[in-house]
C-alpha cells in the first residue's frame, strides 16, 4: 500500500524542480543543493484530534501540514524546495480512504506549487491519524533569521494579525448570523490555511537581528527569542493587530488573549534595530503581510505586557503547549 | 514540553559535525552540504503495534526508527550524516515519560554515534506512539545505488541471513530451553537492532548494477527492484542465506518462508554484472557481512522461485504490508 498511497499523492504535487535529480520511487532521494547555499531542514508532526480537530476537511490537513513546516523556513528567511511527507492513516473502506488520500494530497499540492516545492519522498503507514512533513530550503551563509540576535533597543514587529487561528479553533460551528458567519468564515480559514511568511522572511534577511514563527503564540514564542538572545521583551496590549473579524466575534480582552496566547497563527515576529524599522515596514507592507511595531527588546530577562493604562499585565495564559496540555484542543 | 523533550534527547545524541552550522534549537538547522556531493535523503515512520510490538524496550524503538532509515541510505550507496525526530508520545507519568524518553535517546544515539550521525532538528507531540525520522547522507554525482538498473544476466545477491526477524518477532517469549532462548535472543536482536548496511552499500558504489534493502521482504522488495529495472528475476530457494539461529527453531519449509516473505531484515539485495561478482563478494566478505547469490535476473518480468527439485514453488505470502495487513504485527 505504502506505494500506491504515495503514488497517489505524488501524481496530485507532481512538482518538475531541476535540482531534483531522483524523486519518490527510490530508497532516497536524491538532490542538488545549490553551489554556495546552506541547506535549511525542519521537521513538524500535525496529529488528529491534538494540531487539527476531527472532521477537519482532509485538503485542510494537507495545507496545513506543509504550511507549518514552510512556515519554520520563513522564519529562518530560506527559500523552500523539497518536502517529505511521513502519513499514518487508520483504516477505511477503500473509496473512503481514496477520498481521504486525494483531499490530503490536493492541499498539499496547492501550497507545494504556490512555493514550487516539491514531495521528493515519503512513507505511509496504518496507524493513529499523523502527518509528519519534513521541508528543505536554501539560504546564503551567514543570512538565516535566527532566534539569538536580538539586543536592547531593537523593536518588535510581528507580520499579519494575531489571534484568529485561535478564535477560530473556539468557533468551528457555522453561526445562524451572517454577519458573523462571515467573521468565522475568516477565523476557520485562518486557523486552516495558514499563509506562511515566505516572502516575508526573505524579505528581512540581513535586516531583522532575530526572527521566530508564532505557532504556540505570541508570548511564548517572543519568549524562546528572548532566551535564545539573552535579551528581554516589553509588549503594548494595545498595539497587537487585531483583525475585524476577531474584535467582532468577542469583546476585547478575549482578542487580547487569543492574540498573546493563541497557537496557530504562523505569523513572523522579529526584532529589527530602530534605524531599519521604517524602510523594513515600508517593505513588509508592499508585500501585503504588514508588520506591527508591539514592542521593544529590553536587557532584563522575560516577556513582560504593558496594558492601556500602563499597567504590567499578567496574563491568563502564556501559550499553547500541545504536549502538556490534554484541554487545548 | 516540546523544547525540555528535544534537549533530553539532543543531550544524549550530541554529535559533534563541522557541517552543522546551526543545530537544534532554531526553527531550522543550517547544514552545509560538501561541495561536489548530491544529497540523498529518506523518510520512515515506526508506529506502536504496527512496527514494533507493545512493549518493546525503548532504546530498541529507539535504536530501530533511526536504523530503518540508515538502511535507506545504504541502499542507496550514501554516507548518513544528519537526521531528524519527529516523536509523538502518548501522556505518562512524568517520571516513566522520563524513563521512556531517556531509554529512546540512548538507542538512537547509540546507533547515531556509530555512523557519526547529528541529530540536528526535532518536534515532539502528545498522540499516539510514533517516530518518523528523516535522515541525510552524501553521495557523489552519479554514483548512487538506484533500483532501476538491473539488466538481465546480472548476478542477485543479498547481504547477511534472511528471514531472522520475522522468525524474532514470533517468538518474542523466552524459552526455558536455554539453546532455544538463545536461538531466540539472537533472533530478537535481528528483528530489535537491526544493523544497517551501511559499510556494504558504500563498497557497492560504482560497482552494483541495483541495489534495494529487505523491508517488507525479499520478494516484495525485489518485485520493487525488478517493476523499477523493468526485468524479472528468478531466485533459488536452496541458496537463502539462513542463520543457524533460524535453522534451529523452526523447520526448513517455514525458515524459506521467513526468509522469503518476512519484513524487517534491513539486508541489502543488489544486482552485479556476472564479471564483478567474485570481487564484490570478495570485499563484503571483508567487511564482515558477507553476501550470498540467490538468483539472477532474467528479462520476464516478475519474481519467481526455484525449489530444491527445480520446480517453481508458490509462496504463501509476498511480504509485508503494514498498511493493508491487520493481522501481520
Redesign the interface.
Known amino acids: 500500500?505504502?506505494?500506491r498511497?504515495i503514488d497517489r499523492i505524488h501524481a496530485r504535487t507532481a512538482q518538475v524542480r531541476e535540482d531534483v535529480?531522483?524523486g519518490i520511487?527510490?530508497?532516497?532521494?536524491?538532490?542538488?543543493?545549490p553551489?554556495g547555499q546552506?541547506?535549511?531542514?525542519?521537521?513538524?508532526?500535525l496529529?488528529?484530534?491534538?494540531?487539527f480537530p476531527h472532521g477537519t476537511a482532509p485538503a485542510d490537513i494537507g495545507w496545513k501540514a506543509l504550511a507549518v513546516n514552510l512556515?519554520?523556513?520563513a522564519?529562518?528567511g530560506?527559500t523552500p524546495a523539497?518536502a517529505?511527507?511521513?502519513l499514518?492513516?487508520p483504516?477505511l473502506p477503500a473509496a473512503a480512504q481514496a477520498a481521504r488520500v486525494d483531499g490530503l494530497a490536493d492541499g498539499f499540492a496547492q501550497l507545494a506549487q504556490a512555493y514550487g516545492v516539491a514531495l521528493?519522498?515519503?512513507?505511509?503507514?496504518?496507524?493513529?491519524f499523523?502527518l509528519?512533513v519534513?521541508?528543505?530550503?536554501f539560504?546564503p551563509?551567514g543570512q538565516?533569521l535566527?532566534?539569538?540576535g536580538a539586543r536592547a533597543g531593537d523593536l518588535v514587529f510581528v507580520t499579519g494579525t494575531l489571534g484568529d487561528a485561535a478564535a477560530g479553533l473556539q468557533r468551528l460551528a457555522p453561526s445562524t448570523d451572517p454577519d458573523e458567519e462571515k467573521r468565522r468564515g475568516f477565523l476557520r480559514a485562518r486557523l486552516n490555511r495558514p499563509q506562511p511568511r515566505v516572502a516575508a522572511g526573505l524579505s528581512l534577511r540581513g535586516r531583522a537581528s532575530a526572527?521566530?514563527?508564532v505557532s504556540d503564540g505570541l508570548l511564548a514564542d517572543l519568549g524562546?527569542l528572548c532566551t535564545?538572545s539573552a535579551v528581554g521583551a516589553e509588549i503594548e496590549v494595545e498595539r497587537l493587530p487585531l483583525s475585524s473579524a476577531l474584535l467582532g466575534s468577542c469583546d476585547e480582552a478575549a482578542a487580547h488573549d487569543y492574540a498573546l496566547a493563541g497557537g496557530d497563527d504562523y505569523e513572523l515576529c522579529f526584532t529589527v534595530p530602530p534605524a531599519l524599522a521604517g524602510e523594513v515596514q515600508a517593505d513588509l507592507a508592499r508585500l501585503g503581510c504588514g508588520a506591527t511595531r508591539i514592542g521593544r527588546i529590553v536587557e532584563a530577562p522575560g516577556v513582560r505586557v504593558c496594558g492601556t493604562e500602563g499597567e504590567w499585565l499578567t496574563p491568563a495564559r502564556r501559550g499553547w503547549?500541545?504536549?502538556?496540555d490534554?484541554a487545548a484542543r
Not at 134 to 137: E, L, P
Open positions: 500500500m505504502e506505494f498511497l535529480r531522483l520511487g527510490d530508497d532516497a532521494a536524491l538532490l542538488a543543493v553551489a546552506e541547506l535549511a531542514v525542519a521537521i513538524d508532526t496529529v488528529e484530534g491534538v494540531h512556515s519554520d523556513l522564519a529562518m530560506a523539497w517529505l511527507l511521513a499514518t492513516l483504516e521528493v519522498g515519503g512513507d505511509t503507514t496504518r496507524g493513529p499523523t509528519s519534513a521541508v528543505h530550503g539560504v551563509p538565516a535566527r532566534r539569538d526572527c521566530i514563527d524562546h535564545a503547549d500541545h504536549f502538556a490534554d
